[in-house]
Structures are given as C-alpha cells and as structure tokens.
C-alpha cells in the first residue's frame, strides 16, 4: 500500500516533457479521426463512383491491409532508429497520404483514392506502433501505465471527431439522389468532382494537422525510452526461438485469432451501420452517419465503465459475457430491421469497448522475451479489418444490410469462445485479471 501511495503522488509526466505529452496525445487523437473519418466513406464511395458494396468496401480492405503490411517494418525502425524517428516517420506518411487525396480528387479515379487511403494508413500504422512505448518514457515507470492510458482515452475522442466531420462535412453532400443515367458525361462529371472535393477538405485539414504534430515532436528532446513490456529482457536462443515460444501459447495464437476476429467486428459493425440506416429504416446518407457517431458515443462511454468493471470482475468473465451478448445482438438485427434493430447495431459499440484491450493483454501474458514480436503479431490481426467487410459487403449486395449481420455475428462468437478457453485453463499459475489498455481505432 505504500509503493501505490508513492506510485500516485509521483508526477504523470516528467519535467520539461508537458509539450512533447500533448503533441503524442495529439497522435492518438488523429489516428482515431483518421480511421473513422474513412469509416464512412464506404457508402460515400458506392454513391459517388456508383459501384456495389464489396467494390466500396476495398476502402477498408486497402486501409487495414496497410496496418498489417507496415507492422513488422514499423518495428524494424523502432529497433533500428528509435521510436521517435518511427513516430516522425508515421506521421510523415500519414500527412502525404492526407494530402494525396487533392490529386485523386482531380484525377477522380477510385484507384487514386485507395493509394492515398493506403498511404495514410500505412503512416498511421507506424505511428500507433511507436508512440505506445514512447508516452511510457515520458516521466516515472510508477506512473507510466496511468500514462499511458490518460493519452489512449484521446484515441475515441478522435474517432467522434472523424464521423462528426464525415457526417457534417461529406455524406450531407452526398445525399442528393441523382439519376446518373439521365446525366450527360460532362454533368456526371460536374457532380462528381463536387462531391470529390467534398471528400477532398477533411482529409486536407488533417495533414496539416499531422504536420503540426510533427514539427511538435521533432522539436523537443527525445526521452530515455522505458521498454513497453519490462519482462521482455534479451534471449539467447535467437529470433527463431523466440517464435517457437509464440506458436507453442495456445493463448497467444488463439488471441491472435481472436484479435482478427474482433478488429473484423468492430469494422463490419460500423461500417454497415449506415447501410443498415438505408435499408430498414429508408435513412439518407447522413442520417447513417448520425447514428454512426451515437454508435462511436456509446462505444467511449463504455470504455470508462468498462476500465471501473475489470477492477471488480476477472476482464475474461466479463469479455465472454459481451462477446455472446454481441451475438445475440446481432440475430436480432438480422430478425427485426426496424429502428429496434437499430437500437441493437447500436448496442454492440457498448461490447466491443472491452474487447482489443482485454484480449491483447491476455495473448501476451507470460511471454517473456517473446513479448515485442508477439506484441507485433498482435498489430497484424488488424487485418481482419480489411477481410471481412470485404465479405459482408459481398452479402449486402445479395441479400440485405440486415442479413450481412451473420458476419460480424460469427466474430462475436469466436471472441467469447476465446474468453472461455481463457477461464478454463492457467498459465504459470497466473490469473489474468486485467488488461493494458490499447485501441483497434
């Protein structure tokens, strides 16, 4: 009790380091507004170029197939460099790509879309691996986990703030039914360039922004780093070793499956959530994206109550009990597409708040020296973000909005079957109770 008394009149940051904190909290905020303000664009997208569901959604797969391309390379710069070199490099190639969306809207092609999409994400891959150990450097070790959760509660404030410019700044012009086939080539391409430069603006701003943030960072002294993971000391027995311990942990490899799974989730739930709009209840574009951003509301306010609910109740109990909760959700959008299955679509934002913490930190419990490349494989699962909206949207465009729900009902299921394995087997004689805070988004 006494350590905990020290531990919390300890300083969060340490001195001179209050610039560099709020320029990485800044970090975590724009990765937020950059993935969520794309969030929307899949439905933007299959307006503006007028293609079916599954071709829009090649928003998400280009988006997080870039988060598992630039995992390992983000790592080998950290190793190499140092983070905050790859902290200056993601954001580096988070603006350019940000900024590249002014040539694809003149060339107003759907391909320049996706490389500049590819390129900020891939610029933002490498920053969210870099910044997570670099914020625990920034003052004391004793409060370097309160740390690091005070700047992680920033990330779903910046996915608020990516559907609220979405929805304010883009879907409104985009909501104008327009019949293309009555159009001349040069009318179709007079309302097409509008609508590109509408989704041209917010991604604008945002670079600017990442520069900003950039030119912070740079200009202030790097801290000594303090390891991420303090059990993750040197190993003799070489890389292949140490990714013999990795496949050994049936934890760790079903919580790789089951962080595929529940990234995959996350993204399906809220990138359909406006078709879901559209279909059952008839909604425009933008009131899809109203009820996007009460979904992302939901799911912030849930991060709160969940953080207070796994200091009571073992993370595992509580993750097996939302994953199947989710599930039944789901059906029940599926059943009843109507404004009281909205209100369930809605509802499963209040599930996945606890999901990518909670199993991240029960993958990598006990690994030892294994922890970093397991961590990194950990990032990779993102890519489930990229897969299955793929495959939900190839359901959306031969059944319905409400159907293509089975999908992330599927996902769902095998997060809780994850949490059960958790609660019936031990490692080491160890517990997990808890989770380190982390983010999908």
Known sequence: MADESEAQRRPLIGPGMLVLFIALIGCFTAWGVAQDLTTPMVAGFKRIFDMSTVQAS??????????????????????????????????????????????????????????????????????????????????????????LNFAQAFNPVGTNIGVLLASTLILPKLSDPVDIGSLTPEQLHTIRAGELGAVMGPYLGLAFVLVLIAIA???????????????????????????????????????????????????????????????????????????????????????????????????????????????????????????????????????????FPTIYGVALKGLGPATKFGAAGLVMAIVGGAIMPVVQGWLVDRTSAAFSFIVPAVCFALVGLYALYDLRTTRYGVIVDAAPAGSAA
């Not at 950290?78 to 969306?101: E, H, M, P, W």
């Not at 003149?106 to 891959?125: P, R």
């Open 58 to 147: 090649l928003v998400q797969l280009a988006y997080f197939g870039a988060y598992f391309l630039l995992a390992l390379p983000a790592a080998f710069i950290n190793q190499r460099f140092g983070y905050k070199t790859g902290i200056l490099t993601g954001l580096g190639l988070a603006a350019i790509g940000a900024f590249s969306f002014y040539p694809a809207s003149k060339i107003m092609t759907y391909e320049a879309f996706l490389v500049a999409l590819f390129a900020m994400a891939a610029g933002c891959s490498i920053l969210e691996t870099s910044a997570n150990p670099y914020v625990l450097s920034l003052g004391p070790e004793a409060t370097a986990t309160r740390r």
């Open 217 to 355: 960072i740079a200009s202030q002294k790097a801290p000594p780093i303090i390891e991420e993971f303090p059990d993750a000391g040197p190993h003799d027995g070489g890389t292949g070793s140490l990714f013999r311990v990795l496949w050994r942990s049936k934890h760790y490899r079903y919580g790789v499956g089951a962080q595929f799974f529940n990234v995959a989730a996350q993204v399906c739930t809220w990138t359909y959530i406006i078709q879901y709009v559209q279909q059952a209840l008839g909604g425009s574009l933008e009131r899809g994206g109203f009820y996007l951003q009460v979904s992302l509301l939901v799911f912030l306010c849930s991060r709160f109550f969940m953080t207070w609910l796994i200091g009571r109740v073992r993370a595992t109990k509580v993750l097996a009990v939302l994953g199947f909760l989710a599930v039944a959700l789901c059906v029940f959008a599926m059943v009843s597409p109507n404004a009281a299955g909205l209100a369930a679509v809605v509802a499963l934002s209040f599930c996945l708040s606890l999901m």
